[in-house]
């Protein structure tokens, strides 16, 4: 934990965390009562949701938002804490804006400061954090499935993910080993990664974020990073058109 | 009621919620509710809820900060009822 929020205090994002909620499996009548929702929101972040204005979220929808950011928190801090228990009401989500497609939430938590985007459609939400507010190097994605058992999803998640990995990592042996009590993890052949990964499966959708690493002299010596730095090049010449941007002229909640 | 007496009514609790129903009949004190029967964490509100419906009880966020297997459900549970 202290390894981590010295890290983040420095502006470097040292993990990953991520959620997906089907809101299908949710019951909407359920979670709007108190009993449930006050078990995950405080007191003070119950106005965030009067202050999304222009949107069409609906009460019960802004509790699972909410409950996503904080799932995603916990996930990522949990990294470097594995014994971390995830008790909503103590990770404090202190802002809420709509930006464009998606929402982007600022989280105070143990000192430290986090950022979250979340993406709603329909019949799902998904969120990602990180420590960096432009997300730069976080990727993540979605993918629905149908609705398979446990094992076939968390099957699919982990192909999906690295899926996505190879195209940052073309030529990488690339296998997510899920430790006993701790985070999944990415190797390359025997190799451990510097790449936290976080996974989510919920009803027929599945979700992964991971962070690719800055780039550094001993990163770059292997085949896969060599890799992994033309994708950082080739990712801020995509910022810089715009594609991977901030909002920042969008105002807070709070 | 006897710590035993709790878990058999437990396992009617955690059903709905519990994919692999063979696992769930087997559960001890030591189960995890996420990591060992798979419930998705987007329930443990709802087990919680179920579970104060159950024996007309209230648990307190302390006490459902700390469930995370069988055992601490039912320490939650053993707690507020007489």
Redesign the interface.
């Known amino acids: 934990m202290m390894h981590v929020g010295s890290d983040i205090s420095t502006g470097k994002d040292m993990s990953a965390g991520n959620d997906i909620?089907a809101l299908a499996?949710?019951?909407n009548d359920?979670t709007s009562r108190y009993?449930?929702y006050s078990?995950?929101l405080t007191p003070e972040e119950l106005p965030l949701c009067d202050g999304l204005t222009g949107g069409e979220l609906s009460f019960s929808s802004f509790v699972?938002l909410m409950?996503s950011i904080k799932?995603s928190v916990y996930k990522y801090v949990s990294r470097a804490d594995p014994g971390l228990?995830?008790?909503p009401?103590?990770i404090p989500v202190r802002g809420l804006r709509i930006c464009e497609d998606h929402y982007e939430g600022i989280i105070r938590y143990g000192g430290l400061t986090m950022f979250s985007r979340s993406f709603l459609w329909d019949k799902v939400i998904m969120t990602v954090v990180s420590a960096c507010e432009d997300f730069s190097n976080v990727r993540w994605g979605m993918e629905v499935i149908g609705n398979p058992?446990?094992t076939t999803q968390s099957a699919l998640v982990r192909k999906f993910a690295l899926h996505s990995l190879s195209t940052d990592l073309p030529g990488a042996a690339l296998r997510i080993i899920k430790t006993l009590?701790g985070p999944p993890e990415l190797w390359d052949d025997e190799r451990s990664l510097d790449i936290p990964l976080s996974l989510a499966h919920?009803g027929p959708y599945v979700a992964w974020s991971y962070r690719l690493p800055a780039i550094s002299s001993s990163y770059r010596k292997s085949a896969a990073n060599r890799a992994a730095s033309s994708h950082l090049r080739r990712v801020n010449l995509l910022e810089i058109t715009g594609l991977n941007r901030s909002c920042s002229s969008c105002e807070y909640s709070s | 009621m006897e710590r035993r007496a709790i878990l058999e009514e437990l396992k009617k609790v955690l059903y709905p919620y519990t994919e692999n129903k063979e696992l769930l009949e087997n559960i001890d004190e030591h189960t995890a509710l996420v990591k060992d029967l798979k419930i998705n964490s987007a329930n443990l509100v709802d087990i919680i809820i179920d579970a104060e419906a159950k024996y007309t009880i209230e648990i307190d966020f302390d006490s459902a900060e700390k469930i995370i297997t069988v055992g601490d459900c039912i320490n939650a549970i053993a707690e507020k009822i007489p």
């Open positions: 909620i499996e949710t019951d359920r009993r449930f078990r995950i699972w409950w799932e228990r995830f008790a009401l103590k058992d446990y009590d919920h």
